[in-house]
């Protein structure tokens, strides 16, 4: 298969016709009360070493992802968005060209959150079940599927992420989007991702991204987490 990038300007295209459809797939993930608030690591900040450190992860979750929702709670406030779930800011905002401030922040609160549950400690290696038997159907066999994401992993240029994804044709897909973009937005199920801005891992790889991604599929990749978006 063909790995796609996926930008704001295609969903601004698409974008309002999702919306009015309301067919839009979102993830099993915790909804909190507002949507500006940090959800709580699925495990400890040192669970995911060797292959993240707790140095980065203190960083990455207590200051990178604390400043989106910090800034979403700012840029929401006195608005009808506070009355909104996240994932309904990012949607209605990812249409409107002049609300491109909250998007960015609303969107990379929703990424971290779902990429901090893509990750789980001694996870990695091959998935099993029905999502193994998807991917073997849909890039031929784990090896085919791996190499799709590794390509887009490395390959997103700057910023960025490469997700696993189920299109509306119910072929899984890999695809990578530039700075906050997320397939959620345009209307896609999402069932796995890795972080590729720097802050995700330079403190432990440097510009070693290939590393990262290597041992990120190989020990941490949460495939339980992936089979339950598949089925939502």
Known sequence: MTISTMTRREALLGGATLLALGAIA????????????????????????????ANTIGFHYGKHHKGYVDTLGKLIEGTDFVNQTLEEVVRTTQVNPNRTAIYNAAAQSWNHTFYWNSMR????????????????????????????????????????????????????????????????AQ????????????????????????????????????WEFAEKNLGA
Request: proline fraction near 9%; hydrophobic fraction near 40%; include cysteine.
């Open 26 to 53: 979102a993830p099993r993930l915790a909804r909190a009360a507002s949507p500006a608030v940090l959800p709580p690591l699925p495990y400890p900040e040192n669970a995911l070493e060797p292959v993240i450190s």
């Open 121 to 184: 400690p001694d996870g990695g290696g091959a998935p099993s079940g029905a999502l193994a038997q998807r991917l073997t159907a849909d890039f031929k066999d784990i090896d085919g599927f791996r190499k799709e994401f590794t390509a887009a992993a490395l390959g997103q240029f700057g910023s960025g992420w490469a997700w696993l994804i189920e299109d509306k044709d119910k072929k899984l897909r890999v695809v990578r989007t530039p700075n906050a973009d997320t397939p959620m």
């Open 187 to 222: 209307g896609l199920k999402c069932l796995l991702t890795i972080d590729v801005w720097e802050h995700a891992y330079y403190l432990d790889y440097q510009n070693r991204r290939a590393d990262y991604v290597a041992a990120w599929l190989d020990k941490l990749a949460n």
